[in-house]
C-alpha cells in the first residue's frame, strides 16, 4: 500500500508524535545500541539528531522462546527509528542506524507493512508510520491516562483554575484528547477524551503544529482550504505562520475565540527528553472568565503540570 504526497510527511510527524509518547510508556530492560562503527557513518547530522533508540520490552512470559522476545525488540527498534524520522526511511537508512542485518530488516519492514503498522511511502522502498500504529498509540494513551499520574495532575488544575483542561496530540490534521476533566463553572465547552477538533484553531492544535518541520506545517496549510468556525478563526496560511513564529517565542498558544465563540483557550507543550512537544495541556473557559490576561496568570502553574505530565509518561531523564 503507498500513500499520497502530501499525506506521508503528516503521518511521519503526527503520528509519529503518537507513538513516541507510546514507547515511552514501555518499562526499560535493554536497551540495544548501534555499533561505534555504524553510529560513526551517521556523520554530523545524524549525530545532531540524538535518536534515542527503543527501550524493549520485558518479556511478560518468562516461559517463551528467546527468539520470539529477540523477534519483538527488533520489530519495536525499526518501528522507533521510523516513528522519530522526519521523512520517509529506507532499508539503507534504517541499517545504517541499527544493528541489524539487512535481511532481517527487510523481513521486518515486510511483515508490519502487511499489518498496516507500516506504510510504504511514494519513494521505492521507503517506509512511512502506518494506520494501525496509530490506533494502537491512541488506544494506549486513552486507556493508560485514566488509570495513571496524569489525571491526577489535570485534578490539581482544575482546583486551582476551575476551568476544564485537557491534554492533547496531533494525529495527523486534529487534535485528539486524551484527557479531559470539566471545572466546576456551569457554563463550559463540554466534549469527552477522543474527541478530534482542528488544528488550525485550537490552542492545542495551533501550539504543536507551530513546533513542527517547516515542509510540514506548510502540507498541512496547504493541503485544502481550512473552514472558518468564528469571525476570528485564522484561515491565511501566512497568518498562521505569524502566529506559529509567536509561538515558538512565547513557549504559550493563546485561542481567542476562534474555533467556538465566547470560548478561549491556552496550551503550553508537553515535552520529551530531547524538548521536543509531544503533546500539549491546556485550560478552556469563557472569555469572560478568562481573557488573555487571566490565561497568563496560569502559565506558571500550567507549564509545571505539563512538566509533571511528561515525567508520569516517562518521557524525561528524571522520571522515576
Not at 242 to 259: K, L, M, P, V, W
Request: glycine letters at 6%.
Amino acid at each position: 500500500m503507498t500513500v499520497g504526497e502530501g499525506a506521508f510527511i503528516v503521518n511521519i510527524a503526527y503520528i509519529g508524535t503518537l507513538c513516541h509518547i507510546f514507547y515511552h510508556y514501555i518499562r526499560p530492560v535493554n536497551g540495544i545500541q548501534a555499533t561505534a562503527s555504524k553510529a560513526g557513518r551517521l556523520g554530523a547530522e545524524g549525530a545532531a539528531r540524538k535518536i534515542v533508540l527503543v527501550r524493549m520490552l520485558k518479556p511478560s512470559d518468562p516461559g517463551k522462546s528467546a527468539e520470539q522476545g529477540s523477534a519483538l525488540k527488533k520489530a519495536l527498534l525499526v518501528l522507533d527509528y521510523l516513528t522519530q524520522s522526519e521523512r520517509p526511511a529506507s532499508l539503507a537508512d534504517i541499517a545504517k542506524t541499527i544493528d541489524l542485518p539487512r535481511q532481517t530488516i527487510h523481513r521486518i519492514l515486510r511483515q508490519l507493512a502487511a499489518d498496516q503498522l507500516i506504510l510504504r511511502a511514494p519513494q521505492k522502498d521507503h517506509f512511512v508510520v502506518g494506520p494501525a500504529l496509530t490506533r494502537l498509540a491512541v488506544r494506549a494513551l486513552t486507556s493508560l491516562n485514566s488509570a495513571s499520574p496524569v489525571r491526577a495532575v489535570l485534578e490539581m488544575l482544575v482546583d486551582e483554575t476551575r476551568e476544564t483542561c485537557n491534554v492533547g496530540v496531533l494525529d495527523q490534521d486534529e487534535v485528539v484528547y486524551i484527557e479531559r476533566l470539566e471545572g466546576s463553572s456551569p457554563l463550559r465547552l463540554q466534549l469527552q477524551a477522543g474527541s478530534r477538533v482542528p488544528f488550525h484553531c485550537t490552542a492545542i492544535g495551533k501550539l504543536l503544529v507551530a513546533h513542527q518541520h517547516k515542509n510540514v506545517r506548510t502540507r498541512m496549510l496547504n493541503a485544502r482550504p481550512l473552514p472558518r468556525f468564528t469571525a476570528n478563526t485564522m484561515t491565511d496560511p501566512d497568518a498562521l505562520e505569524e502566529a506559529f513564529t509567536a509561538i515558538r517565542s512565547e513557549g504559550y498558544s493563546f485561542n481567542d475565540q476562534e474555533y467556538v465563540d465566547s470560548l478561549t483557550a491556552m496550551a503550553v507543550a508537553i515535552h520529551d527528553a530531547g524538548g521536543k512537544p509531544v503533546a500539549a495541556l491546556a485550560v478552556h473557559a469563557p472569555v469572560t472568565r478568562m481573557g488573555k490576561k487571566k490565561a497568563l496568570s496560569y502559565l506558571p502553574s500550567m507549564q509545571e503540570k505539563a512538566d509533571r505530565i511528561a515525567q508520569a509518561w516517562a518521557l524525561t531523564n528524571d522520571a522515576g
